[in-house]
Every structure is written in structure tokens, then in C-alpha cells.
């Protein structure tokens, strides 16, 4: 019998402890990152000038992987990579564009947030210092780009439907 009851009691302590931990990992650890989940996908815009596409998955919890492509043609005009990633409490959003900043990542850290726009800000890049996402609905969104190039304030917009 004490062995039996022996048997139980840790079972029971094992089945305790693996519950608390499962309750204290990783939930709500990286709820920034969880409030883009919006962002996840494809998205697109054709224009007479070419077509820009954005494609989003998860890496894991803490890391969205983003790739950026405008085509004119057959041909990649651009492309970029882009990491959007929590650590700590601080979200950045972290591009790698070809033939840029000596094809080395760029951080911008991220400094306003609502359930539906971020504002992602690197005061010391040349261009742009500013990086906007805004959902407007379910289907579409407007990513800006905007700063101080060539001495002038800049901005660019690209409207981005959901495929």
C-alpha cells in the first residue's frame, strides 16, 4: 500500500509541476508580436510600374520572417528580408535590402502601437527613418516609408492587398 500511494503522490507532483510550467512559459511572452498576427501572409500590389509582393510567416514565437519582392516583367527590381522580432520587451523590425547598407541589416525599433498600426523608427538611417504598417481591414494594408532624403522630407506609400 505505501508504495502504491508512493507511486501516485509522484505522479501527481510531476503531472503539478509540468502544469505550472506550461502556464508560466511562453504565454503572453511576446504579445507585440502576437498583435501583428494580422500581418501574416501574402500580400500584393500590381501597378502599371510592376508588382510588389510581401509574404509573412512565423519563425517561431518571438519572430515573423518577411520577403519583399517589386517584379517589372520578368525581372526582380528589388527584394528584401525582413525580420520582425520581439526580445524582451522591445519589437524591432530588422530589413536586409540587396545591394544596400553593404547587404547588412538595418534595425528599427519599434515606437507607437495600436492593435492596428506600427510605427517602426531609426532616426540615424540615411533613408528611410521611418517605417509604417496600418491594417485598413481584414483584406488590406498600407505600408509607408518615410524621412529626410536628399535634405527634403520623403514618404512613400504602398497600399497592399491580401491574396
Same mark, same amino acid.
Given at each position: #500500500?505505501?508504495?502504491?500511494?508512493?507511486?501516485? !503522490?509522484?505522479?501527481?507532483?510531476?503531472?503539478?509541476? =509540468?502544469?505550472?510550467?506550461?502556464?508560466?512559459?511562453? &504565454?503572453?511572452?511576446?504579445?507585440?508580436?502576437?498583435? #501583428?498576427?494580422?500581418?501574416?501572409?501574402?500580400?500584393?500590389?500590381? #501597378?502599371?510600374?510592376?508588382?510588389?509582393?510581401?509574404?509573412?510567416?512565423?519563425?517561431?514565437?518571438?519572430?515573423?520572417?518577411?520577403? &519583399? @519582392?517589386?517584379?517589372?516583367?520578368?525581372?526582380?527590381?528589388? &527584394?528584401? &528580408?525582413?525580420?520582425?522580432?520581439?526580445?524582451?520587451?522591445?519589437? @524591432?523590425?530588422?530589413?536586409?535590402?540587396?545591394?544596400?547598407?553593404?547587404?547588412?541589416? =538595418?534595425?528599427? +525599433?519599434?515606437?507607437? !502601437?495600436?492593435? +492596428?498600426?506600427?510605427?517602426?523608427?531609426?532616426?540615424?538611417?540615411?533613408?528611410?527613418?521611418?517605417? =509604417?504598417?496600418?491594417?485598413?481591414? !481584414?483584406?488590406?494594408?498600407? !505600408?509607408?516609408?518615410?524621412?529626410?532624403?536628399?535634405?527634403?522630407?520623403?514618404?512613400?506609400? @504602398?497600399?497592399? +492587398?491580401?491574396?
Amino acid at each position: #500500500m505505501n508504495k502504491y500511494f508512493l507511486k501516485i !503522490a509522484s505522479l501527481f507532483l510531476i503531472f503539478s509541476l =509540468v502544469s505550472c510550467q506550461n502556464k508560466s512559459g511562453n &504565454s503572453g511572452k511576446h504579445e507585440k508580436l502576437a498583435t #501583428m498576427n494580422w500581418l501574416l501572409g501574402d500580400w500584393e500590389n500590381k #501597378m502599371e510600374e510592376g508588382n510588389l509582393s510581401e509574404n509573412w510567416v512565423s519563425k517561431d514565437d518571438s519572430t515573423f520572417v518577411g520577403h &519583399s @519582392y517589386f517584379i517589372k516583367g520578368k525581372d526582380t527590381i528589388s &527584394s528584401e &528580408s525582413i525580420e520582425l522580432t520581439q526580445k524582451g520587451e522591445e519589437l @524591432y523590425y530588422i530589413p536586409t535590402v540587396k545591394g544596400q547598407n553593404n547587404n547588412k541589416a =538595418v534595425s528599427f +525599433k519599434l515606437n507607437t !502601437a495600436t492593435t +492596428k498600426e506600427f510605427i517602426f523608427e531609426n532616426p540615424k538611417h540615411d533613408y528611410p527613418q521611418k517605417i =509604417v504598417y496600418k491594417l485598413i481591414n !481584414a483584406n488590406n494594408l498600407v !505600408a509607408t516609408i518615410s524621412g529626410i532624403q536628399q535634405g527634403k522630407p520623403s514618404s512613400e506609400s @504602398y497600399p497592399l +492587398k491580401k491574396k
